[in-house]
């Protein structure tokens, strides 16, 4: 059977509503940013006696409002973190021995909702942001030390919410996978719609390939799910209809939608575990579903509607700048 | 900001939440009067599309009304009577009572059955209307004279809402609470009404009596029952009061900003601390009316000419509202923004005016006077609730799983793991992969594959895969292509008679299209060529008939011998000869593989694959089967075609294939599994210890596995899986499970894992090891087929003697001259593990006894000794895969905790194996893996070569490049020099002892926090700003961390040490120079270059009392001409230092040893 095992639970430390969670690609370190306006940076302790935990090492100040999502690069380009906010700011920070400093910044014309750094197949330092504008900001690092902007304007009406890049071996136009990587993006927002958007790699401008017309109300998040093997590519999309849908790609006739799950309360943030066997989505207030990919089907695993709040009675106790350990009680549940 | 505009002056209602598609219906406002004077009222619906937005947006539908609206609203009721209505009905309010319309009828343009129902109920205009947003099928209205009514929609009936309020006054404004759904108010003039529709009578008034209020509007706040905001239209004094009913009193807080009274608030059901008002100054205000806060504008609309009359939510959008106003326009506005397109906007308005306005000037129009900005930054500066994710989670690479939760105020984070145990089997299938690969025990493992396969074609391809463990890869391959073809032919490994198999076969072959078979007489004699048997085939063709054939057929592999005019004649022959047997003989007679190729029908492709064995250079094989392979169509076949080929990507590429396209219901780990392991096995029989190059879909399926393993947590195996291959593409992938891994101890590894379900596999197999029959196999062609892998540019096979190799060596390595690649010097004994196992129980046998031999092939090699990774991985010798596994526990007694020792001896399988396998079992008490051959061992190979014997000093002749000169010259510098070692050598040993044992005494920790910190600070590279994918290529390639120059001295305690090992060096290195050896030489160089390395751990400090004493004794050993003992020491010092300690120069110190051995 599977099951999710809580290993430690601490206070974050951010006054105000959490927003963002990421790990590095290494799953050593996590970023995290509030309505607080502040970026935390997180050590993740691997002591094994200890038991696995948070430390916290890092503040980052930059934004004069929430902060709305963050994003690492891949590690190939240093310690990089990309950040955006309602203050309609993408900032992207690197760290530098211990210090962290802000190496570019970027002011919308409106908040900006979701950032994306892209895959490291695609072989670019890229990102992706998404504004209330309804505008897709694609950034790309050049040789020169500058910042290149691609502006996909109207993407979606009323709002980008979320970007995600594609899986970068997913090439649908001759039905091959993998003799080339293709830059792409699924994107969602509050015009109901997914939309699949693909790099013209002559004049870098990104028209959209496809759209996915499948939800009823405002797209929350979008995931899409990397992988090495199938012919298939798989995008999942979480709305305020209260639906996550899957979107399949067979590489060749065009995309298919199936229900994830109709929840109980609007599914905020879906992420892919590297391997995109699992799938995560946080839904209402404070739930997490996990889903598996069992031979083709997404099976949940388990739903943690807050189970200890004793727990974290003991937790909130602690103020923001000590962080707790955790329980260990979590350790032994399983062996 | 507006960003689409119907030009109308009109009240207006969103559909309601249960539709679909967001539309805007829109009755022509009364009260209200155009340019033209025209009387004329339509009730018409229009459509929102946040994906299509346009400037103007689209009709839907339209009827005319016979009456101008004060107010409309639309409710999601279907009326019982009339089950067509799903779009639900519109209520107007009109001049002496409100209309019901069925909002389906609009849309269908159907005039005649729109109007559903006329209430005259009222005596004055009805400009007070609200719909129940918790019982939808409730209206309230309102007119003059205190007129309030409540209609059913149900029961189609009004129902009385009690007693007047007095005065008379107009009603204003209803509004149904949004929380409690009997509970309404009203406003009047001068003051607000609350009502109870249960108890059907007012319950409580609201007067500010402190000031000059005449209340138009009235709202109430969408979260929090007890609250409502009043607004006021008085010009003096234009507020909006948001009063609390809890103390009603006076107004908790007032909003004031506009200019001229108040016409309409809406407050966002999407955000309660959001309130936007609508007055005659022509602006709309955005108002921060959060709770704790004071109130602010925080969000303004630009001014507008006519008077903004109302304001109301789209109850689905939560960003969107709209403006109806009297200088005819309806805007709909997105307070973070939206999507605009000014100027559609301004171009379409005017052509738009024309047509609603046929004759007109578009002159007259005002709306477009003063353009407005096109875009402003307009967003609401508090960001609304809607946008605030309440939270996320994010996996790790290990298989973690983080959330963000808040609980009583508190931002927490919660880390977990999640694990399943259906996959358990797969990690099981993982570790005994890496096992057998560790202790080279693959040809057991292609044995129980085979055995345990499902299907026959997996079996055969097992069976394809571990040919190349066998001594005789070709023979083998032969062994097994006939096997198919010749149904008769015994399975019995021992049959290696190919007059057996033809006389089993004659008589079976089976018709087929371009190589004939059949009973006949042309079938048999394909079928003895095809068997290779030239002499059967020679006569059949002679006693059938077809004696030119025959004739010719008997010269065929003297080619040279041939006088051309005998070739002259055969072309001439031939030419003139049409079947199809001919051919083949005509073909195979030339030599012409590429005629072979065309004419195959890929059906046959085994027949064609065993003339290319039989006929051809044994070099040609496999890249003739590659090309063969191209060219059958059946992808087992194909499959069968790569692993014969030994193809790696190919097989890897018909794995990919099949995993994309086998149906989603079958395990993906099963069949990730069953792909990786193929590869893998294929690829060590392919190039054995030597790393491998492992191409795109190779990569492909070996990071997909990988990723998979350490997503299960087992990032330790999953790392020993990565470092198998030696390119640059999975460096990343090696770095990311690098750090996963905690720093610098290694994992229990039965903690993780259970173990019953892991068959201790080999016990069914008793036949473990290859048999004398099989050697002999390997000597009979062995001899024959010198250039077998030298298609394969990959590999660079390094010449030398295969005698190094004690009798253990794997099957394939047995096979002595047909695969040159597996002989390096020094080369690793294979199964190191179970070797050690047996004979040192109580040896900790895990990571300690898989010691890379040098640490320039693994990550943990690479973070010491980074120049090294790049070099050239061909000539480096390979690390086993187990090398780099987790690194060694950081100190010495660590690595004795008894229970790491037990963890460490409970491997599956482990023990059962190796009792099971002669082979296995020295005689010599435990030494590292890499140790050299023991004398014992070695008296089990075929042929011992001198140079495993200390007294030989010449070289096995193969591994020199110039054997008559290295045999033939004594050379006079090489005598000149082995002669007594210099004098720096002869460095006191007593004068070692004595500093061996102060440095174990002196350093008792200090190194190792030095050392822990070594192994936690992975560094990368800072990234610099040229950050584009050549940084792949500087990663790796040589950074010298520390520049020689700058390098302090020795200290003095560890001096005699490092000049012990110099001189031990040096010693070796002329000695090796003398004898011209120049891959010993290379060897040397690589020496001199870790050397260094322990020369600046030295400098340090970093070595620990247990290494150093070791080291000491080494050179004592050494130093007194013991080289064995001194080999021991160093086998010693390998299982019991930290690899990461001692790795990067340890493996420089045994070749050194070893040379010293053999040269000295």
Redesign the interface.
């Known amino acids: ?23 590095d ?4 370190s ?1 970023a ?1 940013c ?2 607080d306006r502040l970026i935390k940076i ?1 050590q ?1 302790q ?3 006696h200890a038991g ?3 430390s916290h090492v890092a503040d980052l100040k930059g934004h004069e ?2 902060v ?1 999502q963050v994003s690492w690069a ?7 973190l990309a950040s955006c906010g ?1 203050d ?1 700011k993408i900032i992207i920070w ?1 760290q ?2 211990r210090q962290w400093s802000i190496v570019y910044e970027y002011v919308h ?3 900006v ?1 979701c950032i994306s750094f892209a895959p ?1 197949d695609l ?3 890229m990102l992706a942001a998404g ?5 897709i900001l694609v950034l790309s ?1 050049q ?1 020169d ?1 500058t910042w290149a902007m691609k502006k996909i ?2 993407a ?4 980008v919410m979320a970007v995600s890049w594609g899986d970068p ?1 997913f090439y649908p136009l001759n039905g091959k ?2 003799d080339t990587v293709t830059a792409r993006l699924a994107s969602g927002g ?4 997914v939309k699949i958007w693909r790099e013209n790699g002559d004049n870098g401008a990104w028209p959209e390939e496809s759209r996915l ?1 499948g939800h ?3 797209v ?1 998040d979008v995931a899409w799910r990397i ?6 590519t798989t995008v999942v999309s979480a709305s305020q209809d209260r639906k996550v849908l899957i979107w399949r790609h067979d590489g060749h006739t065009g995309w298919t939608r199936d229900v994830l799950k109709v929840f109980d309360d609007v599914p ?2 879906l ?5 995109g ?2 799938l ?3 839904w ?3 739930s ?1 579903t ?1 889903f ?6 997404w099976l949940p ?1 388990t739903e943690t509607p ?1 189970e200890d ?1 004793e727990n ?2 003991d ?2 106790g602690h103020n923001t700048t000590s962080f707790s350990n ?1 329980s260990h009680e ?1 350790a032994m549940v ?2 | 900001m507006a ?1 689409s505009t119907i030009h109308r002056t009109a009240s207006v209602a969103w559909s309601p939440l249960n539709h ?1 598609t967001v539309l805007l219906a829109a009755g022509t406002a009364a009260h209200q009067v155009d340019a033209s004077f025209s009387t004329s009222s339509s009730l018409e619906i229009f459509e929102f ?5 346009q400037a103007d947006l689209p009709l839907r539908g339209s009827v005319t009304c016979k009456e101008r609206v004060y107010k409309l609203v639309w409710s999601p009721h279907s009326s019982a009577d009339d089950n067509t209505s799903h779009g639900g009905i519109l209520i107007a309010g009109i001049e002496n009572g409100v209309v019901l319309y069925s909002a389906d009828a609009v849309l269908s343009q159907n005039q005649s059955a729109a109007e559903i129902k006329r209430l005259q109920s009222h005596t004055g205009a009805v400009h007070a209307l609200d719909l129940s947003s918790l019982m939808p099928n409730l209206v309230a209205s309102g007119s003059s004279e205190s007129e309030i009514n409540i209609y059913d929609l149900n029961r189609a009936d009004v129902i009385p809402s009690g007693p007047k309020s007095y005065p008379l006054d107009e009603v204003t404004s209803v509004s149904w609470n949004r929380k409690i759904g009997h509970i309404y108010a009203s406003s009047f003039s001068n003051r607000c009404v609350l009502w109870d529709l249960r108890k059907g009578d007012s319950i409580m008034k609201l007067q500010d009596s402190s000031t000059r209020t005449r209340y138009r509007a009235i709202e109430w706040n969408p979260d929090i029952a007890t609250q409502l905001a009043l607004a006021s239209d008085d010009d003096h004094y234009p507020c909006v009061q948001i009063w609390d009913l809890r103390n009603a009193s006076s107004a908790l807080k007032t909003l004031e900003g506009h200019t001229r009274g108040i016409l309409s608030v809406g407050w966002c059901p999407h955000d309660s601390s959001f309130l936007i008002s609508a007055a005659k100054d022509g602006l709309v205000y955005g108002w921060n009316v959060a709770e704790e806060q004071r109130p602010e504008v925080v969000y303004a609309l630009p001014q507008s000419k006519g008077w903004p009359f109302e304001v109301s939510w789209s109850p ?5 509202f709209a403006v109806s106003s009297s200088d005819n326009q309806v805007k709909i506005c ?1 307070i ?6 000014p100027d559609k906007a301004n171009t379409a308005a005017p052509s738009n005016l024309e047509e609603s306005f046929p004759g007109m000037q578009i002159g007259l129009s005002f709306q477009n006077a003063t353009p407005q900005p096109s ?1 402003t ?1 307009q ?1 609401i500066r508090k ?1 609304p609730k809607w ?36 996959d358990r089997q797969f990690v099981e299938d993982a570790y005994f992969l890496d096992q057998c690969l560790g202790q080279d025990t693959l040809l057991q493992y292609c044995e129980l594959q085979a055995e345990h396969c499902s299907t026959d074609q997996q079996k055969l391809e097992w069976e394809y895969v571990k040919a190349f463990y066998d001594s005789d890869p070709l023979f083998t391959a032969k062994r097994l292509l006939g096997m198919v073809i010749s149904a008769s032919s015994s399975t019995d490994p021992d049959s290696r008679s190919s007059s057996a198999n033809l006389n089993g076969a004659t008589g079976v072959a089976n018709g087929l299209l371009r190589i004939p078979k059949g009973n006949d007489a042309e079938g048999a004699v394909a079928n003895a060529l095809v068997l290779g048997d030239v002499t059967a085939a020679v006569n059949l063709c002679l006693t059938g008939g077809r004696e030119a054939e025959g004739l010719c057929l008997s010269l065929i592999g003297s080619e040279a011998a041939i006088s051309p005019s005998f070739v002259n004649a055969r072309e001439i022959f031939f030419a003139s000869r049409g079947a199809d047997l001919s051919k083949i003989i005509h073909s195979l007679l030339r030599q012409d593989a590429q005629s072979l190729l065309n004419l195959a029908d890929s059906t046959q492709w085994r027949e064609i694959a065993l003339l290319f064995a039989n006929y051809f250079p044994p070099a040609h094989f496999r890249p003739l089967i590659y090309q063969l392979s191209q060219t059958v169509e059946s992808s087992s076949d194909r499959t069968l075609c790569a692993i014969l080929s030994g193809n790696l990507e190919t097989l890897a590429a018909i794995c ?1 294939e099949t ?3 086998t ?6 780990f099963a069949s ?1 599994h069953h792909a990786v392991q193929k590869v893998l096995v294929l690829s060590r029989g392919v190039f054995g210890r030597q790393p491998a190059f492992f191409g ?2 190779s990569v ?2 070996l ?2 596995y990988c ?2 393993l ?2 299960h947590g087992e990032s330790a195996l999953a790392l020993r899986f990565a470092n198998l291959d030696s390119s640059n593409s999975l460096l ?1 992938l090696k ?2 499970l690098q ?5 610098a ?1 290694h ?1 229990p590894l039965s ?1 993780k894992l259970s173990h019953p379900s892991v068959p201790s596999p080999f016990e069914k197999r008793p036949n473990l090891v290859p048999t004398p029959a099989q050697n002999q196999y390997g000597n009979s062609y062995g001899g024959m087929q010198p250039t077998y892998n030298s298609a394969f540019p990959a590999l660079k096979p390094v010449p030398q003697a295969s005698g190094s190799y004690p009798g253990v060596v794997p099957p394939p390595i047995q096979n002595t001259a047909t695969q040159p690649t597996f002989y390096q010097p020094l080369g690793p004994p294979p199964s190191p593990m179970s070797a050690q196992a047996f004979q040192n129980p109580h040896l900790p046998t895990s990571f300690p006894s898989y010691p890379p031999r040098s640490p320039s092939t693994n990550l943990a090699g690479s973070m010491h000794n980074r120049p090294e990774y790049q070099q050239g991985p061909p000539a480096s010798p390979f690390v086993p895969s187990t090398a780099a596994v987790a690194p060694p526990p950081p100190t010495s007694g660590q690595y004795y905790d008894p229970t790491v020792q037990s963890t460490a001896t409970a491997q599956p399988g482990f023990q059962d194996i190796s009792p099971r396998v002669p082979s296995y079992q020295y005689q010599k008490p435990a030494t590292g893996w890499n140790d050299p051959p023991s004398l014992s061992s070695l008296q089990n190979r075929r042929s011992t070569l001198s140079q495993d014997s200390p007294s030989a000093v010449a070289p096995a002749p193969i591994s020199q490049p110039f054997p008559q000169l290295a045999a033939g010259t004594p050379i006079p510098i090489g005598t000149a020099i082995i002669g007594p070692p210099p004098p720096t050598a002869n460095s006191d040993p007593s004068l070692v002892r004595q500093h061996s044992g102060v440095m174990a005494n002196m350093m008792p920790n200090g190194t190792i926090p030095a050392y822990q910190h070594n192994g936690t600070t992975l560094s ?10 050549n ?2 290529s500087s ?1 790796s390639s040589p950074v010298q961390q520390t520049p020689a120059a700058e390098k302090p001295p020795i200290p003095s305690e560890y001096l005699p040490l490092s000049e012990g090992f110099a001189a031990l060096f040096e010693r070796t290195k002329a000695r090796v120079s003398a004898q011209m050896d120049s891959y010993s030489m290379r060897r040397v160089e690589d020496v001199s270059k870790k050397l260094e390395n322990l020369n600046d751990c030295l400098r340090h400090g970093k070595l620990s009392s247990t290494s150093l004493s070791g080291l000491s004794q080494t050179l004592q050993c050494v130093q007194n001409g013991d080289y064995g003992t001194g080999l021991q020491c160093h086998a010693a010092l390998t299982t019991q230092c930290s690899f990461l300690e001692v790795g990067s120069f340890l493996p420089a110190i045994k070749i050194l040893l070893q040379l010293a051995q053999r040269y000295g």
């Open positions: 059977m599977s099951q999710i095992q809580v290993l430690s639970r601490v206070n974050s430390g951010h006054s105000d509503l959490v927003h963002d969670v990421r790990f690609h290494f799953g050593t996590l995290t509030s309505s997180f993740v691997k002591d094994e696995q935990t948070f409002d929430a709305w891949f590690p190939l380009h240093g310690t990089v309602y309609r690197r530098d021995g014309d409106s908040p909702n490291f072989g670019r330092l504004a209330s504008d309804g505008t690092y040789d030390g304007p109207n979606h009406g009323l709002g071996f996978r993998g509050c015009d109901n719609m017309d009823t109300d405002w929350r992988n090495r093997l199938f012919e298939h905020w943030t992420s892919f575990n590297p391997t066997s699992s995560g989505v946080f209402g207030t404070n997490m996990v598996r990919d069992s031979n083709g089907q695993i807050s709040e974290l009675g937790e909130s955790g979590a399983n062996h | 960003v679909n599309n946040p994906g299509h937005l689905r959008i939560p960003s969107v997105d973070l923004g939206g999507a605009v397109q875009r930054s967003n960001a946008l605030r994710r309440p939270g996320a989670l994010s996996f790790s690479l290990d298989g973690k799983l983080v959330r963000s939760f808040s609980e009583q105020e508190v931002a927490g984070l919660e880390l977990s793991s999640v694990s399943s145990s259906k990919l995993i994309s396209s149906s989603p219901s079958s395990s993906l990730l795109k879909n492909r399926l990071t997909e990723l998979h350490a997503a990343w770095k990311q750090s996963t891994l905690p720093p101890s994992r903690n990368f590279p800072p990234l610099h700003s040229s950050a584009t994918s940084e792949v990663m």
